[in-house]
């Protein structure tokens, strides 16, 4: 069983930046394919950025040249960097992994960019 818990989201203004985090554990770090979803109020979450066990990163056309998804196999940890935030950018960002075809999510960590 894996364990994720996110940490980093709150208010941050339009054009700022923010940094989360998310923390695994329960399993071997570096076997687990990572990834960041959104989920803005009345709408579904999706994923926007993973980043497999070689490093490899993808994001969804929305966030691309805006989000960093990174992450640190000594620390256990998934890190996504926003910059230039978006109003629509607003909502519940969990953390996601997935080993052997098995999904895990986080509770997620709210994060706010008043319009």
């Known amino acids: 069983q894996v364990q994720l818990v996110e940490s980093g989201g709150g208010l941050v203004q339009p054009g700022g930046s923010l940094k989360l985090s998310c923390t695994a554990s329960?399993?071997?770090?570096?076997?687990?394919?990572m990834g960041w979803s959104h989920q803005a109020p009345g709408h579904e979450r999706e994923l926007v950025a993973g980043?497999?066990?070689?490093?490899?990163?993808d994001y969804v056309a929305s966030v691309k040249g805006r989000f960093t998804i990174s992450r640190d196999n000594a620390k256990n940890t998934v890190y996504l960097h926003m910059t230039n935030m978006k109003p629509e950018d607003t909502g519940v960002y969990s953390c996601?992994?997935?080993?052997?075809?098995?999904?895990?999510w986080g509770q997620g960590t709210q994060v706010f960019v008043p319009g």
């Open positions: 996601h992994a997935l080993i052997d075809q098995s999904h895990y």
């Open positions: 329960g399993t071997s770090f570096n076997l687990l394919t």
């Open positions: 980043i497999k066990t070689d490093g490899e990163t």
